[in-house]
């Protein structure tokens, strides 16, 4: 498996002189294409904000981010957002769609962003939520639909742009433990492909089993690198 | 359209409590402007309503008169003089003066009294009843038809009154493109008859009405009047003058240019508190699409596009609603003016921009602060 991004010391810290708070330290690892890579630890063990530096949401005090050997945040703010648009598919916890447009509407947003043409994004975007089995609920508004179903629809949502590197955040944290696994089994067979890495963050053990790798945080380090989706202790 | 716009449109209208709030702050401080400022360009219009409906190109004035209502009486040798001045084709003059009407049944209404030169009548109304040339019989006096026609008791032709003890008949009833200001009926007569009839001073001449033989010539004529000490204004000057002598000193223009301020604050405490709202209940998904990969300059004209549209859609109601109030206020509502004009249209249209750009400056400021990361932080 060839190296999808690689994170070099990275350090990040919040808040100044007493209230300094390091949330990363000194952390470095890889991901693979075709690899599903959990990161996983406590609340507050900085797995977050290592998502974050690691897709170009936040940029590191120190350290590099390899994405295709350069070094992403020595692009410029336009480049950094154009590298987030074109190669990062993100999945928030909270799905963040946008309940005033249709569910299609909603998947076609990196369609958009990247200026393709209206019609065509939703044609697109239309072909994406058959691949999530949401083709009947298009014209809906995503408040008429339950939390898995908008989960998907987010999933959708990351996936239209085609990205290379797919982030979750908590992905489980608002649905019920069989729909959380459902999704993440669909992602794993349906969206997993050795052209594409996903970097899931969560803390949810129900579905650790689905992970090929997992990293263990604790206190802005890696206490833990495993393969497969054991943690032992 | 692009794809952003359509997305920022669909935004902005869907959601549509905010959006109907935005639009009725908008469309009522639109409203506001263009009724305070039309009510101003009927209240001007009116003003000048001598100079309006006497339809002459030049007139010549003494330099200290500042409005129709004071004039200072021209001696006679100013009227022979402009008559010799180069380019002049014409110059007549026109007297100008109050009345006391007692009507038939006992009552006395005040009315101004133009005397049209007897030869020419430059500056005759338009006559709806009756004929011109009846202007020459005796005691013969010709009524304007407009909203304080009825304060003469509607009178129709052949209806005698008396004014300044002298006997008046109703000749004739005129119509003129503009109604008087001061609240009172217009009299027409003969230039001679005026001067009769009403009590005067040494000099009798309020202007001096000239035709000039070119627009080229009319620089001349103004020049050579101004070297015998009086003032030649074209009809243009001399509404700006009357219009510039009720804005900056009667306090009119100066109240409704604060009205029409506080018209903008409404309209902009409505509109900039409902927009930043929105913005704000948006700000996550504002972040989300930045986190998405949207960047600062395009989530910037999504606001501005939203504030714009809003804007334009409340400026096109805030038009047309007082349009109609304007139409039906003049239909029903007696000595109602008000006049839109390019200008006030123009104004509005500054000011909604202004209520505009001003409503989303915050907003975008919040916008371009927000962090992608916070959205990861929940």
């Known amino acids: ?125 239309m072909e994406f939520l058959e691949v999530v089995g949401l083709a009947q609920k298009a014209s809906l508004p995503p408040t008429k639909l339950s939390g898995g179903e908008q989960q998907r629809v987010a999933i959708a949502r990351a996936i239209v742009g085609r990205p290379d590197l797919l982030v979750f955040d908590e992905p489980t944290a608002s649905l019920d433990g069989t729909t959380g696994k459902r999704i993440l089994d669909f992602v794993k067979n349906e969206i997993l492909n050795d052209k594409r890495c996903i970097v899931i963050v969560t803390h949810d053990n129900r579905i650790f089993g689905l992970a090929d790798r997992m990293i263990e945080m604790e206190d802005g380090s890696i206490v833990n690198v495993r393969s497969g989706g054991k943690i032992e202790g | 359209m692009r794809g952003i716009f359509k997305i920022a449109l669909k935004l902005l209208v869907n959601d549509r409590g905010k959006f109907a709030a935005l639009v009725v702050g908008i469309t009522f401080a639109i409203f506001l402007i263009v009724q305070l400022t039309s009510i101003f360009s009927g209240i001007l219009a009116k003003a000048s309503s001598t100079v309006i409906n006497t339809g002459s190109r030049l007139w010549v004035i003494d330099p200290s008169v500042q409005n129709p209502l004071n004039t200072i009486p021209l001696p006679d040798y100013v009227l022979d003089a402009v008559r010799s001045v180069k380019g002049v084709e014409y110059a007549v003059p026109l007297y100008s003066g109050i009345g006391l009407v007692k009507l038939n049944s006992g009552a006395y209404q005040p009315a101004t009294v133009l ?57 004739g009833i005129g119509h003129v493109p503009e109604g008087s200001l001061f609240g009172i009926p217009t009299l027409y007569t003969t230039y001679s008859r005026a001067i009769q009839y009403l009590p005067n001073t040494r000099f009798t001449i309020a202007y001096v009405l000239v035709k000039p033989k070119s627009e080229a010539a009319i620089a001349g004529i103004i020049d050579n009047v101004a070297k015998i000490g009086y003032r030649a204004l074209t009809d243009r000057e001399f509404e700006r003058e009357i219009s510039n002598y009720y804005k900056y000193q009667t306090g009119v223009g100066t109240n409704i240019m604060m009205m029409t301020f506080i018209g903008f604050l409404v309209g902009l405490s409505i509109s900039g508190q409902t927009f930043y709202t929105f913005v704000l209940e948006n700000l996550e998904k504002f972040g989300a699409l930045k986190a998405i990969g949207a960047k600062n300059s395009e989530l910037v004209s999504m606001i501005l596009f939203q504030a714009l549209f809003s804007s334009m859609v409340g400026y096109g109601l805030g038009v047309g609603l007082s349009a109609l109030l304007i139409a039906t206020g003049k239909r029903f509502v007696p000595n109602y003016t008000a006049d839109i004009g390019f200008w006030n249209l123009a104004l509005a249209f500054v000011l909604v921009l202004l209520i505009a750009g001003v409503s989303c400056l915050v907003a975008v400021r919040k916008v371009i602060r927000v962090q992608p990361f916070e959205i990861f932080r929940g």
């Open chain 2, 115 to 171: 005397g049209l030169d007897d030869t020419s009548l430059l500056g005759r109304p338009e006559l709806i009843q009756g004929h011109i040339e009846d202007i020459y019989s005796n005691n013969a006096f010709i009524v304007v038809k407009d909203q304080e026609y009825a304060k003469l008791g509607n009178p129709p032709i052949g209806t005698t009154f008396e004014i300044n003890d002298h006997r008046g008949v109703i000749v």
């Open chain 1, 1 to 125: 498996m060839g190296e999808a991004l690689r994170a070099v010391q990275l350090e990040k810290s919040f808040g100044e002189g007493a209230a300094k708070t390091h949330a990363i330290r000194g952390v470095s690892f890889q991901a693979y294409w075709g690899e599903m890579l959990y990161v996983v630890g406590p609340s507050g063990s900085g797995k977050t904000t290592l998502l974050s530096l690691v897709s170009g949401i936040l940029k590191p005090d120190s350290g590099s981010v390899l994405v295709e050997g350069r070094d992403i945040w020595k692009l410029g703010p336009n480049e950094i957002a154009d590298f987030r648009l074109n190669k990062v598919g993100f999945v928030f916890q909270d799905y963040h769609l946008f309940p005033k447009l249709t569910t299609v509407e909603n998947v076609a947003i990196p369609l958009i962003l990247k200026k393709q043409d209206w019609n065509e994004s939703l044609k697109i975007a």
